[in-house]
């Protein structure tokens, strides 16, 4: 198996039959993303495809960046530092979150796991913690100790928008001596050669992110969760750790293959972090990922699982892994077929979530098309 930083170093594109693609199906995929951008309302997308270690195709389309923030795509990035530090002893997902985070555990929340938090079942999909309090660790833990419940530990399945991946970033700092940002570039970015980064500077973003664009109207009267949220760079700056990571398509892309196959993982731990740990038809409003369809949850990622809803592939197979982002991109990878995946955008409407049946089509339209180009 090939080290980390030889892995993931190269971004030459390789034509697409040499890694087993077809290059007819790549196209049609890229002609039908690229026309949401020429023909569409999307002011950029990027695109990025891969497989066996090698890109396919790393493409932008109208006004883009060498960056985008991820929103929630990022959380595989995120997703993966734990898995690192569950393969190098340092936690272990039945852990209560009190015994890492001794401040987490008030008002009942002494019974919440590890695992409960990754599975978004721990009862804490609303547990505030916003901008700037968000900024200042003592802060952080202050708001930990105020958290409540709304639901008992493991009994509910519904998305946690943000708690979780701030319990990450502590679990991180305090069992690996770096903050998350830190960990996440000297750890998993560096060795791999890859471009991701969370707490970019103003002057950073400036120089490389794609800023958000409200496809249809100025973005200012928009409910209080969502992409808009990053249109203000001291936020992104901030390192929010659920949706803040910033990258290209092909870093996404190409973390899917390390995540295959580096030696920064085992396979084992892989395996164990992609299977469906929870199945359920997630609760809450259908704004925040609530569902009438049963979701599969990983260790924080989303897999397609045996019933397939709009956050995967129904082309995929069951063991395909990733995430969505609002309001249009995706990051996937199938283990079987070996292909991973990545569409990014700045792009998104007034209401923040694109709802419409022509918005939610558009994603999967994209992602069956890139999960079937074998």
Known sequence: MPGGGVFAQSRAIVPAEDVGIDPYRLDVLLRRIRLEVEHGALPSVQVAVARAGRLVANETWGGGAPRYILQSVGRTIVASAIWKLIDDGKIDVSEYVADIIPEFGTNGKGVVTLAHMLTHTAGLAFAPLGYPKMADRDARMAAF??????????????????????????????????????????????????????????????????????????????????????????IVAAGEPAHAVCAGA?????????????????????????????????????????????????????????????????????????HAGSAYQIGFCDPVSGISFCVLSNGYPQTGYDLTPRGAAMLINWSNLAADLI
Not at 282 to 306: E, H, I, M, T
């Open 145 to 234: 100790a105020k958290w409540r419940l709304d639901s008992p530990p493991g009994e509910v399945l519904q998305y946690h928008l943000t708690s979780t991946a701030w319990v990450i970033a502590e679990v991180v700092e305090r069992r690996a001596g770096l903050c998350l940002a830190d960990y996440l570039h000297r750890e998993i970015a560096e060795p791999l050669g890859l471009g991701f980064a969370l707490g970019l500077s103003e002057e950073q973003q400036i120089a490389t992110v794609a800023p958000m664009v409200c496809t249809d109207g100025d973005g200012s009267e928009v409910d209080p969760w969502g992409p808009w949220f990053f249109r203000d760079r001291r």
């Open 250 to 322: 092909s870093d996404v892309a190409l973390h899917y293959q390390a995540l295959l196959h580096s030696s920064l993982w085992s396979r084992a731990v892989i395996a164990e972090a992609t299977r469906p740990h929870v199945t359920a038809i997630p609760a809450g409003d259908k704004l925040y990922g609530g569902g009438v369809k049963p979701a599969s949850v990983g260790l924080f990622v989303n897999v397609r699982g045996d019933n397939p809803d709009g956050w995967m592939p129904a082309t995929g197979s069951p063991e395909t892994f990733g």
